[in-house]
């Protein structure tokens, strides 16, 4: 009981934070929600073994991201190439390795929790690198916020279970990937927006889906030279459609409001926020455990969620701390 009044005074926090801030946060804040959901659902596929390999996540996930091209008729961009379409699309194809690493290490350990700390440590990556190469500066009260809600976030994903350090290893390359797509992201921004181009936000979206379909594509190849692949994937497209078509929008949408966040904030506080992921995690795992057992009943997945909540409920003090950390954080930095 007093687990799940933690969780929903971690929501009702955010929701009152989120009430006096800028849109663009407000955005980051529902992206990192909705990322939420789409990690806590690739850990029940793992654990399902739906998957068979990290490709086949990776080629759903990266031609999902062509659903944007679907606004084409009805908004104004421009495709002229030049130094800021190139960045933005360098920072599609960054994102989709990155995101092949994640479904690696997900393969070898589906511990949402586990992925839930390595993910935060874009929260210490993302202002270094930001830094270094876009020469971005933030207040310091927004670095001292940044700082605990990274040290909130690990205080409220400790777990003593064992560890698969090749899983982590895997996470940390692709968390390396992802801080540099976020930041080129930014980066190609602020180009476009030099460069005078007609609509800065839907012409860099457009050309960094572009490079995440394009990893898509070229994986899709790979997977069709071999026959159990191509028939591995047939029978996942068959059976799983629905449910690959709901998360992969889900998906798209964080990516979206992720990206317009980013054309108009910090990327540096933007991922801070994403600080607020084992939060949410650990809310949705919650909410996960009675959807599948009152709502859709299905009592492999319910039995599945009740153990990926059960993994949050661990060391109630440490997520007490963290949580107080993360609030905190978030109140300095947003």
């Not at 068959?238 to 992969?248: D, N, Q, S």
């Not at 995690?281 to 492999?300: H, W």
Request: charged share 15%.
């Amino acid at each position: 009981m007093k687990n799940s009044l933690l969780a929903w005074f971690f929501i009702l926090t955010v929701g009152l934070l989120v009430l006096s801030v800028e849109w663009w946060k407000v955005l980051a804040v529902i992206s990192v929600a909705l990322y939420a959901v789409t990690i806590l659902w690739d850990a029940f596929m793992f654990k399902d073994e739906v998957y068979k390999s990290a490709l086949q996540p990776l080629v759903v996930t990266s031609l999902m991201q062509g659903a944007s091209f679907a606004l084409i008729p009805f908004v104004a961009f421009d495709i002229s190439i030049s130094e800021g379409m190139l960045y933005a699309f360098g920072s599609g194809v960054i994102c989709m390795i990155g995101y092949y690493l994640y479904f690696k290490s997900m393969d070898h350990d589906q511990d949402a929790v586990v992925t839930a700390v390595m993910w935060n440590l874009m929260i210490a990556f993302v202002p270094i690198i930001a830094y270094f190469t876009v020469e971005e500066q933030l207040e310091r009260i927004q670095y001292i916020g940044i700082a605990l809600i990274f040290a909130g976030a690990l205080f409220a994903s400790y777990n003593k279970a064992r560890v698969d350090y090749r899983a982590v290893l895997q996470m940390l390359g692709a968390v390396i990937l992802l801080s540099v797509a976020w930041v080129m992201t930014e980066h190609s921004f602020a180009l476009l927006e030099l460069e005078a181009n007609e609509s800065v936000f839907w012409s860099g979206l457009f050309a960094r889906s572009f490079g995440c379909v394009t990893v898509g594509l070229v994986c899709l190849f790979k997977m069709i030279t071999s026959s159990s692949e191509r028939r591995d994937m047939k029978v996942l497209v068959r059976k799983y459609w629905k449910v690959f078509l709901a998360i992969e929008l889900t998906q798209v949408v964080a990516d979206s409001l992720a990206s317009l966040a980013t054309s108009a904030g910090d990327i540096s506080v933007i991922v801070g926020i994403e600080g607020l992921m084992g939060g949410f995690t650990f809310f949705f795992s919650l909410l996960s455990v009675y959807f599948f057992k009152f709502v859709y009943i299905r009592p492999e997945l319910s039995e599945e969620a009740s153990r990926l909540y059960n993994d949050h409920l661990k060391h109630f003090g440490f997520k007490v701390v963290g949580i107080f950390l993360v609030v905190t954080g978030a109140y300095f930095t947003i």
